[in-house]
């Protein structure tokens, strides 16, 4: 059964912490992005990725880092840089950076204690 | 002014009634739009996907594409309550800043009820 899967669904940030999401596909995609959406806004672009050990940063990159090892995994890292980072986190794959539709994971929550 | 505009709702109509959803856009590059349904804490999925000008029907769905006007909608006949959920157009092109990302509206939050 493919797909993307998120985990945590939930995930809790002390002040200071760095925290990991991670993002997941069996889709045989090459293309990976992630997105933050708040309450009432689109989806901004944090990071993408068209291949293996490549990234570049989207629109609101700042206060966050990425990792491409494999096809299959792109965890996002939400650094102590990042002030405001409650919100809701998704990732998204698409079989190239030319293929215009990307799939999406079911999110992951973010919010700081 | 952002490259994609949609209004954000809410928007609450009776069962059966048909809805029109839209979003307009500046950028000329844009050739490839998407309509995405998202229920509450779940991630987007799909529901549309047309090239350039012209219209797409899937069921109870349309959608349509005026690049004169910059200008696309989403029409649901005969609404279901199911269908309640936040409706995000996105857009791409084929060269420049437009390749290979997808520009997002906000969404319009969308209530059908009994």
């Known amino acids: 059964d493919g797909g993307i899967t998120q985990s945590p669904k939930y995930l809790f940030r002390k002040e200071g912490q760095n925290v990991t999401l991670s993002c997941e596909q069996n889709?045989?995609?090459?293309?990976m992005y992630w997105y933050r959406q708040d309450p009432g806004q689109g989806l901004r672009l944090i990071y993408y990725s068209q291949i293996v050990n490549d990234f570049q940063k989207g629109d609101i990159a700042e206060g966050y880092s990425v990792s491409r090892e494999k096809k299959e995994s792109f965890p996002l890292t939400v650094t102590s840089a990042q002030k405001n980072p409650t919100a809701f986190y998704l990732c998204?794959?698409?079989?190239?950076?030319?293929?215009?539709?990307?799939?999406f994971g079911p999110g992951t929550r973010l919010l700081v204690l | 002014q952002k490259e994609v505009e949609q209004d954000p709702g809410p928007l609450s109509v009776p069962e059966g009634a048909i809805v029109s959803l839209n979003c307009t856009y500046s950028?000329?590059?844009?050739?490839?739009f998407m309509w995405y349904r998202q229920y509450s804490r779940k991630g987007p999925e799909l529901l549309m996907y047309t090239y350039s000008s012209g219209n797409k029907e899937d069921g109870r769905f349309t959608a349509q594409v005026d690049k004169s006007s910059k200008y696309i909608s989403l029409f649901i006949r005969d609404s279901q309550p199911s269908d309640s959920a936040t409706y995000l157009c996105?857009?791409?092109?084929?060269?420049?800043?437009?390749?290979?990302?997808?520009?997002f509206g906000r969404g319009t939050q969308l209530t059908v009820w009994p």
């Open positions: 889709l045989n995609h090459d293309a």
């Open positions: 996105a857009m791409s092109g084929n060269r420049g800043s437009t390749l290979g990302r997808l520009y």
């Open positions: 998204a794959s698409s079989k190239s950076d030319r293929e215009e539709t990307q799939y």
């Open positions: 950028n000329s590059a844009f050739q490839y």
